[in-house]
């Protein structure tokens, strides 16, 4: 196991090394614990007790260059030594962060060993993890990391019912977890508060599982949940911090075709992001009326993004537009409490009866319209 502390020093502080160890006890016997840094760093030195109280060999890496982080040639290098030199260790786990270990990661199995890659939700981890027998997400704060695990369960959600559909609807249970981690390894019920995948299954109100078996368990459209009803009308939901750390970072950005916006947010390797995330966040700024079509250009459609201070307004008035219509098409009940809690904005009770006001004006309108 080999941690390069200098990228992790929250994951570290937040007892991710111990929750890894735990979580690991079952897949054999840690021989070999690393972490990486310049021990002498201020945020470093602190984190010393932590890791040596959990058994790890303190390496200290000086840093010829200001700024550079020398760790990664230093564990690549001891990850092949022991590679080569302990033939009979089946796993390797390189909590890396945001470095791209992809090389080493590959060159890893093809030798025969599993890799655990460890390192925050970024677009560049999402390409690195395809690399690894298996990835760990890390997240930074509670607040984030809260939000990120309530939008990755509604993705998993999703992506049970892509898989129990191509099953006719019913699967074996365990069957259904291999199908899942063969299409995201980074699938953990534990990280979601989980003691097991059973128990993850089992709190799912819309399966059913009996006998080694899960099924859809149909509910009434009164009991359909709002996030449901979004997902009827094809809005895609993302995490408020998400959304914050995106549109910040399409300042200047200019007109230009949807992909291009997508490489640009993609380069900025932001935390918590990938590549089909930006796709949904566009998708969320188009139906907000915060990205428009500019101009086509060689049969190519530009697309201009609206930079505005009242933007996570504008996208709840969108929001709140398509459930108020998606309530009244399945004769749910408006409960206002559990609609404010979706808003992205902090709104009084006299600004939330507006916006409320105004999305429903926006329904009846279109229906209108429509007619």
Not at 7 to 16: A, P, Q
Not at 292 to 298: A, G, H, P
Request: charged share 30%; aromatic share 8%; with cysteine.
């Amino acid at each position: 196991m080999f941690i390069d502390a200098e990228n992790l020093i929250n994951w570290i502080k937040n007892e991710g090394p111990e929750k890894l160890l735990e979580e690991l006890s079952t897949q054999g016997q840690v021989i070999v614990r690393r972490a990486y840094g310049k021990w002498t760093n201020q945020n470093l030195s602190q984190l010393q007790e932590n890791l040596n109280h959990n058994g790890f060999e303190l390496l200290h890496n000086f840093h010829p260059v200001s700024g550079k982080n020398s760790s990664d040639i230093q564990m690549t290098i001891d990850a092949m030594e022991y590679a080569l030199k302990l033939t009979d260790v089946s796993w390797f786990v390189l909590a890396t962060g945001d470095s791209d270990f992809s090389p080493l990661f590959r060159k890893l199995r093809e030798i025969g060993k599993e890799v655990i890659g460890i390192g925050p939700k970024s677009p560049l981890s999402e390409c690195v993890k395809t690399s690894c027998s298996r990835y760990i997400y890390t997240h930074n704060d509670n607040t984030e990391e809260n939000e990120i695990l309530a939008f990755e369960l509604d993705e998993i959600e999703d992506l049970l019912e892509k898989i129990i559909d191509k099953h006719e609807g019913s699967i074996n249970i365990a069957n259904l977890k291999n199908q899942i981690l063969q299409i995201d390894n980074a699938f953990n019920e534990k990280q979601m508060g989980f003691k097991n995948f059973t128990s993850f299954i089992d709190s799912l109100d819309f399966l059913k599982h009996e006998k080694d078996m899960v099924s859809y368990r149909r509910p009434s459209d009164a009991a359909t949940s709002y996030k449901t009803l979004l997902k009827r009308k094809n809005w895609d939901f993302l995490p408020k911090t998400i959304v914050n750390k995106l549109y910040k970072a399409c300042d200047g950005i200019p007109v230009l075709p949807r992909q291009q916006i997508v490489d640009k947010l993609v380069t900025k390797n932001i935390e918590g992001t990938s590549s089909s995330i930006i796709r949904k966040f566009l998708n969320i700024l188009h139906k907000s009326k915060l990205a428009k079509v500019s101009q086509i250009i060689d049969d190519e459609k530009t697309i201009e993004i609206t930079k505005t201070n009242d933007y996570l307004q504008k996208i709840d008035f969108a929001m709140l537009s398509r459930l108020l219509s998606a309530i009244h098409e399945s004769n749910s009940k408006i409960e206002k409490d559990k609609l404010k809690k979706l808003l992205y904005g902090n709104y009084t009770d006299k600004e939330f009866e507006k916006i409320i006001l105004a999305a429903k004006e926006n329904v009846v309108n279109k229906d209108d319209n429509d007619h």
